[in-house]
């Protein structure tokens, strides 16, 4: 079962409970320009005196689960996860592989994919597409919504956008439980209401959506992602629309269509972003795309008709078929563009 704890001194307590060697997993900027590592290694340091560190790039793919089991090769390792969701999916993918695995702690410094939470994880082969791969939780998440601070806004962005495609997915799928199904909705309102914080780093708003992420990784955990997240993978891969994004703008399109033929579906969707119906909460989505700063029309990202059907033949067929009502995915991509 995975320990959460939140405070002040986490990255201190951290170090100083370990009585063996670590690899810490980190990103290629963020962890450093706060601080962040500079802080943990330091505190390690005068605990162990025995750390190596990993960084990685977003959207990693294999190769970089084979650096860090390459620097984690003493028995009985812990793998220390500093950064967002690509960091922590490559170290929950290692600690998995990792021979005589102590098991590995999370310390997001972004907030939003709820990888701290979920038992898989998400990597990246251009040849393939994405990799699905069931992957061992964390056995520890520190939180410090304070480490998002040094973000970039629009990395902000991406992150609290994943997280609401995280709730609405969840929501509109045919398999989740009750408890799944509330958690979504909380974490949709939590987002929805505290994004514009978010967006200007109110550390008030950061712990919020710190709590946000982890009710939307639990509602993944518990229900799957659906189809936003299946026809986003293919739009990341050919135009390199961040994750986040390529899911939310998906969102709108889905909440009609769902509306149309499932109404009562759409209520808790609607409930959370404090809308009337399902087309104010496809509006209500549409201006928190916008507010974050990006176009709505997939046509601005450089989605072109001719490769719709592509697009739909490369979506996730799983993901797809979670859907709680009838989706002409086609129709609703030609809508969007």
């Given at each position: 079962?995975?320990?959460?704890?939140?405070?002040?001194?986490?990255?201190?307590?951290?170090?100083?409970?370990?009585?063996?060697?670590?690899?810490?997993?980190?990103?290629?900027?963020?962890?450093?320009?706060?601080?962040?590592?500079?802080?943990?290694?330091?505190?390690m340091d005068r605990a162990r005196g025995s750390t190596a560190?990993?960084?990685?790039?977003?959207?990693?793919?294999?190769?970089?689960?084979?650096?860090?089991?390459?620097?984690?090769c003493l028995p009985g390792t812990v793998l220390i996860g500093l950064g967002g969701g690509s960091v922590l999916d490559v170290t929950k993918v290692a600690a998995s592989r990792l021979a005589g695995s102590a098991g590995w702690v999370a310390i997001p410094t972004l907030w939003g994919s709820g990888a701290e939470v979920t038992p898989f994880a998400a990597l990246w082969d251009r040849t393939v597409g994405k990799l699905s791969l069931r992957a061992t939780p964390a056995r520890q998440v520190v939180v410090l919504p304070e480490l998002a601070s040094g973000a970039p806004q629009s990395h902000l962005a991406t992150a609290a956008l994943d997280c609401i495609a995280?709730?609405?997915?969840?929501?509109?799928?045919?398999?989740?439980?009750?408890?799944?199904?509330?958690?979504?909705?909380l974490a949709l309102g939590l987002t929805a209401r505290h994004m514009p914080g978010v967006l200007r780093a109110v550390p008030r708003s950061l712990t919020r959506m710190a709590a946000a992420s982890i009710l939307g990784g639990l509602a993944l955990a518990g229900g799957g992602s659906g189809p936003?997240?299946?026809?986003?993978?293919?739009?990341?891969?050919?135009?390199?629309?961040?994750?986040?994004l390529s899911c939310a703008l998906l969102l709108p399109g889905l909440v009609r269509a769902a509306g149309r033929q499932e109404p009562?579906?759409?209520?808790p969707v609607a409930r959370a972003l404090r809308a009337p119906d399902a087309e104010g909460a496809a509006r209500r989505l549409e201006?928190?795309?916008e507010g974050a700063g990006?176009?709505?029309?997939?046509?601005a990202h450089g989605v072109v008709p001719s490769e719709v059907d592509q697009i739909v033949a490369e979506a996730e067929p799983?993901?797809?078929?979670?859907?709680?009502?009838?989706?002409?995915?086609?129709?609703?991509l030609l809508e969007l563009l």
């Open positions: 079962m995975t320990q959460i704890r939140c405070g002040s001194g986490g990255l201190a307590r951290v170090a100083g409970e370990l009585d063996r060697p670590a690899t810490v997993v980190t990103g290629e900027a963020s962890a450093r320009r706060s601080g962040a590592l500079d802080r943990l290694l330091e505190a560190v990993v960084a990685v790039t977003s959207h990693p793919g294999p190769d970089a689960v084979d650096r860090v089991l390459a620097q984690a995280h709730a609405v997915d969840v929501s509109l799928s045919n398999g989740p439980d009750r408890t799944a199904r509330r958690r979504a909705e936003s997240h299946a026809l986003s993978y293919p739009l990341r891969l050919r135009h390199d629309i961040p994750h986040g009562a579906m759409v209520a201006t928190l795309i990006f176009p709505l029309r997939l046509g799983i993901r797809l078929a979670r859907t709680g009502f009838s989706l002409d995915a086609r129709r609703m």
